[in-house]
C-alpha cells in the first residue's frame, strides 16, 4: 500500500462519525448506497473510494448542520415570494436556521414541474458561484438530500451525460420531464440517485483535470487517495469555482496547475483524513489515508530520514508539493541524504511553508523570467 504523508501548514481537519459511514456503506434496500457506488464504479470508471468520500463528506455537513433538513422541506414547498422575503430578512439576522424557523412547511403545496420549471428558467446556461441569499430565494440553486446534491448541477449532468446516466439505470426523460420528481429522489432517495449522480459528477472532474494539465504528465502517477481528494474538492467547490481558482493560481493558465485538496468545507483535506476509515467501510483494500505534518519544521525533520519517507519527503520539497508519496519510485536526485545539506532542507521546507500560505489565502502567481511571483488578493 502506498503510504502518504502531508503538509497541512497547520490546516484542520475533521473526522466523520459512525453515522456518516454508515450511510455510505449502507445495503439497506431503501437505501442501498454501497451496493450502487460498486455498481456505478465498474459502469463509469471511476473510483469507488471517491464517490463514497464525496458522500461522505456531503453527509457529514448535512448532519451536522441543522438548517439543511430544514432546507429539503423548504425546497419541496411551493412557498411563496412573501414568506421568501420574511425569511431572506431572517437569513440576514439569524442565519438558516432562522430563515428557516419562519416557515410552517407543513401547511404549504409542494411544488410541481412548472414551479420549479419556472425556478431554472430564472438560472438556466448560468454557471457562476451563486450567494447563500440567491440559495435561499432560489431552490434550484439548493443542495437537497442526506448527500447534498445540487439541484442545478444534477440537471445539468442528466442533460450532459444522458447516456452514461441511462447506463446507470437513471431514467432520465422521467426526471428532465419533472423536475418535482427529481428534488423528491435526491430527498428522499431510495434507489441510489446520489451516488449515481456523484459518480457521474466525479467522471466529469478527472476530465477537468487533465484538460486543465493538473500536474502535467504526472497526473496518472499521483495515488488514487490524492485524485480522490481532489475529485472530492471538485464536487464540494463545483465547476464555477474549480474554474475560479484555476485561473487564480495558474495567472490564468500562465503557469503550471498543480492543486492542492482544499481545506475546511472544501473537503479534500478532510477526505484524506477519513479515507482509511471510508475504504474500510465500503470494502476496498489496499488504500489508506495519509498522515499529516502541521509545520514546517516538521517536514524538514522528516526530509532528514535515512529511509524511504525521507527520500520520498526530499521528493517533494524538490518539487514543492506539500505531499510525500512512498511507493519505491523516487527521484534519483532525492535518494542520497547526503547531498541536502541541513540548511537546505530547512530554506526549501521554508519556501513551501511560504508557498502553502498564499495559496490558501487566495493568491494569484504572475508567470516572468522563469520564476513565480505572488500578488495578494484583497
Do not use: C
Request: net charge negative; aromatic share 10%.
Amino acid at each position: 500500500m502506498t503510504t502518504i504523508s502531508y503538509f497541512t501548514q497547520g490546516a484542520t481537519t475533521t473526522t466523520y462519525s459512525s453515522g456518516v459511514l454508515s450511510y455510505v456503506s449502507s445495503t439497506d434496500p431503501l437505501q442501498p448506497n454501497k451496493t450502487v457506488i460498486e455498481d456505478v464504479s465498474d459502469k463509469l470508471g471511476v473510483s469507488r473510494t471517491a464517490i463514497a468520500g464525496a458522500m461522505a463528506e456531503e453527509n457529514h455537513a448535512y448532519v451536522t448542520e441543522s438548517w439543511q433538513a430544514w432546507y429539503d422541506l423548504y425546497a419541496l414547498s411551493d412557498l411563496g415570494p412573501g414568506t421568501l422575503a420574511v425569511a431572506a430578512a431572517a437569513y440576514v439576522v439569524g442565519g438558516w436556521t432562522a430563515a428557516m424557523a419562519v416557515v410552517t412547511v407543513d401547511a404549504l403545496d409542494t411544488r410541481d414541474h412548472a414551479d420549479w420549471a419556472e425556478l431554472y428558467a430564472a438560472v438556466a446556461g448560468q454557471d457562476r458561484i451563486y450567494t447563500p441569499e440567491e440559495k435561499l430565494l432560489n431552490p434550484m440553486l439548493g443542495d437537497l438530500g442526506k448527500g447534498n446534491v445540487n439541484m442545478l448541477t444534477a440537471i445539468r449532468l442528466l442533460t450532459t451525460y444522458s447516456g452514461q446516466a441511462a447506463s446507470l439505470g437513471i431514467d432520465v426523460t422521467a426526471y428532465t420531464s419533472d423536475y418535482a420528481k427529481l428534488a423528491d429522489n435526491l430527498v428522499n432517495d431510495t434507489t441510489g440517485l446520489t451516488a449515481k449522480l456523484y459518480g457521474l459528477m466525479i467522471k466529469e472532474a478527472d476530465q477537468w483535470y487533465r484538460d486543465h494539465g493538473a500536474y502535467g504528465s504526472d497526473w496518472n502517477n499521483l495515488p488514487q487517495e490524492i485524485k480522490d481528494a481532489l475529485y472530492i474538492t471538485y464536487t464540494n467547490i463545483g465547476r464555477a469555482g474549480m474554474e475560479k481558482g484555476y485561473n487564480n493560481s495558474t495567472g490564468n493558465g500562465t503557469v503550471p496547475y498543480e492543486p492542492l485538496p482544499a481545506v475546511g468545507t472544501g473537503g479534500g483535506l478532510n477526505h484524506l483524513n477519513n479515507a482509511a476509515a471510508i475504504a474500510a467501510a465500503i470494502g476496498v483494500t489496499d488504500y489508506g489515508g495519509a498522515s499529516f505534518v502541521q509545520d514546517a519544521a516538521g517536514w524538514r525533520e522528516q526530509a532528514k530520514r535515512n529511509d524511504e519517507l525521507g527520500i520520498a519527503t526530499r521528493e517533494a520539497l524538490l518539487n514543492l508539493r506539500p505531499f510525500a508519496i512512498v511507493d519505491g519510485n523516487y527521484l534519483a536526485a532525492a535518494q542520497n541524504r547526503a547531498d541536502f545539506s541541513d540548511l537546505y532542507l530547512a530554506d526549501r521546507a521554508a519556501m513551501l511553508s511560504w508557498k502553502m500560505q498564499f495559496k490558501n489565502a487566495g493568491a494569484t502567481p504572475v508567470a516572468g523570467n522563469g520564476t513565480i511571483n505572488y500578488s495578494q488578493l484583497d
